[in-house]
């Protein structure tokens, strides 16, 4: 049985196709802001000519995030929530909360081992877009996402900033550059103060901390992950992959549910 999910953000599109419970293609890409529809249609033919399929090869095509109303080409839909859950399963069957981080939000999921979800926590408004704060800050000090976490690893700390809200915590950061502050040390307030937003939202649900597993396309930044751990004093697993975890979750649950 051929099943895919799309999973459709404020940045990015994420296709994964499934064949036989194994993952045969997956793509991401820009998704356009207003031309959603469109990019992940041509998104969606890229996997498809991936995997040597037709669309006609698929039986179910379940779509999911914030732009999920968009598709088209979907035969049906589900909310973010249970992607999310039945992706972090099948990657990580023993875990039971994940902290979903990507450009527009943070989501908190906390559930069991059959998936039935017991808390859930999206982030207040001021704790949302913190990936596009991590870009914004960055183009602000002059350098790529990637330099900023090479220089906070060098950085002893001290520099703290706002983490209640991105706007204001732009603002302390334009005085920090201002006044001269070590680019470094900006670097590790910044990633720092995602972290400390990330953590706050985490902290209003109740977790396991024994088994988290983080997702999403923030979950690459390793400087997040690193100051997340410091902040929260638990380990975590990241996902492999961790930006195409609810178009898993969708095309699982194409492939198991009856919608």
């Not at 999920?68 to 973010?80: L, P, Q, S």
């Not at 926590?121 to 800050?137: I, P, R, S, W, Y």
């Amino acid at each position: 049985m051929v099943t895919a999910g799309v999973d459709v953000g404020v940045k990015t599109v994420k296709v994964v196709i499934l064949k036989d419970d194994e993952v045969i293609a997956s793509e991401t890409g820009p998704a356009n802001g207003f031309e959603r529809g469109k990019a992940a249609e041509e998104i969606w033919n890229k996997a498809l000519k991936s995997a040597r399929l037709s669309s006609s090869d698929v039986g179910q095509v379940i779509a999911t995030g914030t732009g999920k109303m968009d598709i088209a080409f979907a035969t049906n839909n589900i909310v973010e929530p249970v992607a999310d859950v039945k992706g972090a399963l099948k990657l990580a069957p023993k875990s039971r909360t994940l902290i979903d981080i990507g450009a527009e939000q943070v989501r908190v999921v906390k559930y069991d081992g059959k998936g039935k979800i017991a808390n859930y926590t999206l982030n207040q408004q001021c704790g949302a877009g913190l990936g596009v704060f991590a870009e914004a800050m960055a183009r602000d000090l002059g350098i790529t996402v990637e330099e900023m976490i090479r220089l906070a690893a060098r950085s002893k700390g001290g520099v703290v900033v706002n983490g209640e809200c991105g706007n204001y915590a732009g603002l302390e950061i334009m005085t920090l550059i201002h006044d001269g502050t070590a680019k470094k040390d900006i670097a590790w307030a910044v990633l720092d103060a995602i972290a400390n937003k990330i953590a706050a939202t985490a902290n209003l649900t109740d977790i396991d901390k024994k088994n988290i597993i983080l997702m999403g396309g923030l979950a690459k930044n390793e400087g997040v992950v690193a100051a997340l751990k410091r902040r929260m004093g638990v380990e975590m697993d990241v996902a492999e992959e961790p930006e195409i975890v609810g178009a898993l979750g969708a095309a699982v649950v194409g492939a198991t549910e009856t919608l």
